[in-house]
């Protein structure tokens, strides 16, 4: 039997330690093609930035006991994603993973996550998607030599390809959003979240002497640990400690009563 084919991305850029030990990982459970950003492209979310100019590289990297090629985009996430669809890959995938992120992507904040854009890029595309992100010290900045411990999320990421790829495709359920706590082993538990209703990355005005200074907006993580409602993701990570499996929708409808809505629309004196 054909093994199943897997596209493998992520926002951290192409030398991402993350990213390869996916990509180990992933070679346990099918043929694994390599298309990732040429760069560092968090926050950018399913973008299409008109800058990027699209040139596609080869590299030869050894992944799972053998020499491959991998791909170089100089693009976003989910713009590799389509390259790959478009130019590099003969068929369709059987799925698309993204990641492993450096950092947890958790919140009202995952539409600002490139991790979680190119899943959303794949699902759109019709694709089984997959997002694996590892939490980390909010005061590491991410460098190739850094010292995140992938391991686990090696694990979960492998683990929810398989069962992604086996399960039947559910209703509304367009990709899972994988995030794994610090100090995560295999038989940590994981349980099922829907997103925090916070916005867990908060944005801090920039420092700078003049506005035309060249600055970037910082952020911090910011939640409430203990009026952090049970069954969210944020609540799995950091309170039970647990892996948080979230199934994401492409649907941004709002979940609200339509009839209400239109209620109160309607009772706005502005005409309609």
Known sequence: MNRPAILLTNDDGIESRGLWAAAEALTQVGEVTVVAPSRQWSGAGRSFPRHSTGRIETLKKT??????????V???PAQS?????????????DLVVAGINFGENVGYGITISGTVGAVLEAAASGLR????????????????????????AAYFTRLFAE???????QKDVAALKVDVPLGAAPDTPWTLTRLSRTRYYE?????????????????????DYHGEEPGSDVFALHVEKKVSVTPLSLDLTARADFSEVESVLRQSGAGG
């Open 129 to 152: 998607a997959l997002a694996v992100s590892q939490e980390t010290p909010a005061d590491m900045k991410e460098d190739l030599a850094c010292e995140v411990d992938f391991s686990a």
């Open 203 to 223: 944005p801090v005005p920039p420092v700078r002497i003049s506005v035309s200074d060249p600055v970037q907006i910082p952020f911090r993580i910011r939640f």
């Open 63 to 72: 992944f799972g006991g053998a020499d491959r090629t991998a791909y170089s």
């Open 74 to 76: 100089d693009g976003s």
């Open 81 to 93: 994603v389509l390259f790959a669809l478009f130019e590099i890959l003969p068929v369709p995938p």
């Open 163 to 169: 069962k992604t790829l086996t399960r039947p495709a």
